[in-house]
């Protein structure tokens, strides 16, 4: 995936992406912290869709949008450490 990152002064950061298959979508995380998901007609450069996000509703999305939740994640990081510090245990 294509991604470029894009200050807009006075407004936030638009974050602009290309799927592998060519489709166009954006986040723009304005000033205030809320976000807004823009996505593309093929060949537009004006979005077609702007769905805004408040923070809590931003980071539900982000949530789903990771390959595991964030507690499996933590859980296998946690795993990691300790098998680590087990083979730096032994002699």
Known sequence: M???RTPIPGTGVLHHFRTGGGIDFAL???AAGRR???AYA???DEPSIDIALEPDEADQV???M???HLAERL???EQRVERLAGQRAEP
């Open 75 to 77: 859980t296998r990081l």
């Open 36 to 38: 807004r998901l823009l």
């Open 62 to 64: 982000a949530e789903l």
């Open 28 to 30: 723009l995380t304005e």
């Open 2 to 4: 294509d991604t470029d």
């Open 42 to 44: 093929p060949g537009s």
């Open 66 to 68: 990771h390959t595991g």
